[in-house]
């Protein structure tokens, strides 16, 4: 074997034949390193013998293959044996140089039954042709798997007999795995393209011809066949809208165009209503190879759900800002009166009469503030989910009577007629007594309002199987249509009368949905429109219940007894100092011994020396705040059996438990109901 030896390509250095046979090598002059190869080659092994024995036929394939510069092999005699030229070594990879007149079935033993149909046929005279054919072969050590182009033409000696077969080929794995790519990263693009989350288009040509549509932009305009159509003719209810005109701007000028939160009327379903969106887009020229234009890319969002909560959070701000206003308003509304009462007391000339009066006027003043303070308290509770009811079992009759006994005083001054329609049987409920009494007061509250003097209200209460019903008539100003839809909605308050005379902070029936809401009820307002009057009603889950059982008299006057709350001794710590002297003063009036003290030291000092029965605590103090204060004070001896009450402004539920943590018996909310300061005195008293 000499294959591995380099012999030089010249027809001279071909040994010499004894017998003159040297010229019979002549076909193998040339050919490159396979031509000089072959020259020097020990065919003994190779089932086509020497070179010399060749038949014409075969030598003259030889000859012109080994001087080609195109791929190529021939296969010849009963065991096809292999010969090949220079450009086919790359295809044969390692398996060259042993290749070299071996048997083709050996060399390409992994293919076999790929191609071995094909050289039967071409064997069989018939010349075949394979484009891109995949096949799988072992040439550098590995399975690779390859693509060729090829045909197979059969090969006739002398006589006619077809003795062999010829192959061109060229392999084409590097074309073949470059368009897969491209192919695959077309369809990566296109899926990309598809779902995209925004619209996407291409339009070519001046009539803005659809090419490309995602799913996106199908959603967007309904699912209609629009690729190949003029945008005009895909389109139609777009036309007078301004955007075909754009379009064609665009192509005209080679200028984008972009546009935010524009709006754009589709008929989006067939033969369906016109529905308004708004999208944000871009217009972009696309250019061809010379630059000009030759067609649109649109690219864009719908940005409808953006678009509406921008425009209800601008709603929304600008009832904030009535709102504020409408909160100046009605606090300066009290302050007014009480700062006019408060400079004429200071004065101190006036009479008794006077003075009561003046008092009368601040008092009432400071608790239609309180309402006010405690309203505006109760809608951010509720929003934020920080009320807890305390339901019970309920009578909504005996519910319905304690909320006219409130609204009573405003029915009677503005001379309305009350007609109340109860139901003639227990209409009972879960829930919380006092957030149903407030939840009914306000709807009575607004009725009494909202009716010119005079006027007629009906408060009617129903049961009808597993629902209980409060329903609110009266025939006053009534609700505009396009108020009604948001009249339970906060800061909503509809322009009932010119001069806003009846005030009000556009929070009550946001607050009476919330709490009918968590008694897992429903409410309703009903009005014919300005001047005919509204209803409202409320719907809660009745209960059948047996018949409560009727309380002993003299059991419930002695829960209901009120024990002397007198001379007990009593310390306000306050650091607003006017509070802490005007409670002390109306502590006093009532007999008991007050002390005051404006901060915790000063309070643990007094304590520790006066043991007072009672002990006010503001929670705010400079120096430590009411929680520590409470703690060091059950810690002194002397005052362990103390009453300790928190008198605070924070009001919410978590201060609360804090108190409780803290040690206080009571929690008072400012500016405490004087009652409710007595029940904590005379809850004192018992325990003394």
Excluded at 132 to 138: A, G, Q
Excluded at 245 to 264: K, N, Q, S
Excluded at 482 to 497: G, N
Excluded at 650 to 661: K, V
Aim: proline share 6%; net charge negative; charged share 25%.
């Amino acid at each position: 074997m000499q294959d591995n030896v380099s012999v030089p390509d010249n027809a001279s250095l071909l040994p010499a034949a004894p017998d003159g046979a040297g010229g019979e090598l002549m076909f193998l002059s040339g050919g490159g390193e396979l031509g000089a190869m072959m020259r020097a080659h020990d065919w003994s092994a190779s089932p086509l013998g020497d070179p010399r024995t060749w038949p014409q036929a075969l030598r003259t394939v030889v000859g012109l293959m080994i001087n080609s510069k195109f791929p190529m092999f021939v296969a010849w005699g009963p065991e096809l044996g292999f010969l090949y030229n220079d450009s086919y070594r790359e295809i044969l990879g390692d398996k060259h140089p042993a290749a070299l007149g071996g048997r083709f079935h050996d060399i390409w033993a992994e293919i076999w039954d790929d191609i071995h149909p094909l050289i039967e046929r071409a064997l069989r005279g018939e010349a075949t042709y394979a484009d891109r054919m995949y096949l799988v072969m072992n040439r550098r050590g590995y399975q690779e798997p390859t693509w060729f182009t090829f045909s197979y033409s059969p090969v006739r000696d002398e006589t006619g007999v077809i003795a062999g077969m010829y192959c061109a080929c060229v392999e084409v794995t590097e074309q073949v795995l470059a368009e897969k790519y491209r192919n695959e990263e077309n369809e990566r693009f296109r899926a990309l393209f598809e779902q995209a989350p925004g619209i996407v288009a291409v339009l070519r040509g001046p009539e803005h011809v659809f090419e490309l549509t995602n799913q996106s932009y199908m959603q967007l305009v309904g699912h209609r066949p629009i690729t190949g159509k003029r945008a005009r003719e895909a389109l139609p209810e777009i036309v007078g809208q301004g955007f075909f005109e754009l379009l064609d701007r665009v192509y005209a000028t080679g200028e984008p165009f972009v546009g935010h939160a524009l709006p754009v009327r589709l008929q989006r379903e067939p033969e369906g209503p016109l529905e308004e969106r708004y999208i944000d887009f871009v217009y972009q020229p696309i250019r061809d190879v010379n630059g000009a234009v030759s067609g649109i890319f649109v690219e864009g969002s719908d940005v409808t759900a953006r678009k509406l909560v921008e425009d209800e959070l601008r709603a929304t701000n600008r009832q904030k800002d009535q709102f504020l206003a409408m909160l100046a308003h009605e606090l300066r509304n009290p302050l007014a009166p009480i700062m006019t009462a408060a400079q004429l007391l200071k004065l101190g000339r006036l009479d008794p009469k006077s003075t009561a009066n003046a008092s009368e006027i601040i008092v009432r003043q400071a608790e239609h503030m309180t309402d006010l303070v405690n309203d505006l308290l109760d809608v951010s509770r509720v929003t934020r989910g920080l009320v807890t009811l305390e339901k019970e079992e309920l009578d909504l009759n005996a519910i319905v009577a304690a909320a006219v006994e409130q609204v009573r005083p405003l029915i009677d001054t503005r001379r309305h007629a009350l007609t109340l329609q109860l139901s003639g049987q227990p209409a009972r409920v879960i829930g919380d007594r006092t957030r149903l009494v407030q939840v009914i007061s306000n709807i009575l509250n607004n009725a009494a309002k909202y009716t010119a003097p005079g006027g007629r209200i009906v408060l009617a209460v129903t049961v009808d199987g597993e629902r209980a019903t409060v329903a609110v008539r009266d025939n006053g100003v009534g609700i505009a249509p396009e108020v009604l839809p948001y009249i339970f909605d906060l800061f909503t308050q509809a322009e009932r009368t010119p001069d806003r005379s009846q005030g009000g902070l556009g929070i009550g029936l946001a607050l009476v949905k919330s709490l009918v809401a968590l008694h897992g009820g429903t409410v309703h307002a009903h009005s014919d429109g300005l001047g005919q009057g509204s209803e409202f009603s409320l719907v809660l889950p009745s209960v059948i219940l047996p018949p409560a059982a009727v309380p002993d008299p003299a059991a419930a006057a002695a829960a209901n007894a009120v024990p002397d709350n007198g001379n007990l001794r009593v310390l306000v710590v306050d650091d607003n100092a006017d509070a802490a002297q005007m409670l002390a003063a109306l502590l006093e009036v009532q007999g008991h011994a007050v002390s005051v003290e404006y901060d915790a030291r000063g309070a643990l000092a007094r304590a520790r020396h006066e043991h007072p029965d009672v002990l006010l605590l503001d929670i705010g103090l400079p120096d430590m705040d009411g929680y520590e204060l409470a703690r060091r004070l059950r810690a002194q001896p002397e005052n362990a059996g103390a009453t300790l009450v928190a008198l605070t402004g924070y009001g919410q539920s978590q201060d609360r438990q804090e108190a409780r943590r803290a040690g206080f018996d009571h929690y008072l909310v400012k500016p405490a109901d004087l009652n409710e300061v007595n029940d904590v005195l005379a809850q004192a008293e018992a325990r003394r």
